[in-house]
């Protein structure tokens, strides 16, 4: 099992906007097992989505999908408008 986190440096005043867009689009998308998350201390403006797959290949078709999934892509349009840096880690469950 891994735990994959999209993390995001949001634009001032665009933390709100972005967290409520991935919520939105990752249940759109039907992401199993996500969440939202939002700082408490660390970088302001901090949003994470994360959630968990089986396996690396689970995390592939995932993003194969994602590419090719209009709904989702048209819910997504203009986010990078939102962010100012990002980066994703995955993690393995030990």
């Known amino acids: 099992m891994i735990v994959v986190r999209n993390c995001f440096v949001a634009k ?4 709100g906007k972005l967290a409520a867009l991935l919520k939105e ?3 759109l ?3 199993p097992k ?4 939002t ?3 660390g970088d302001f403006n901090r949003v994470v989505l994360e959630y968990e797959a089986a ?12 590419q ?9 349009k203009g986010y990078t408008d939102l962010w100012i840096t990002g980066n994703r ?3 393995q469950i030990a």
Do not use: C, Q, W
């Open 12 to 15: 001032p005043g665009s933390a």
């Open 25 to 27: 689009a990752a249940a």
């Open 29 to 31: 998308a039907e992401i």
């Open 34 to 37: 996500h969440r939202v998350l």
């Open 39 to 41: 700082d408490l201390t």
């Open 55 to 66: 396996n690396v290949g689970e995390f592939e078709a995932r993003m194969k999908e994602y």
């Open 68 to 76: 090719t999934n209009e709904k989702f892509r048209e819910k997504m």
């Open 89 to 91: 880690e995955i993690l």
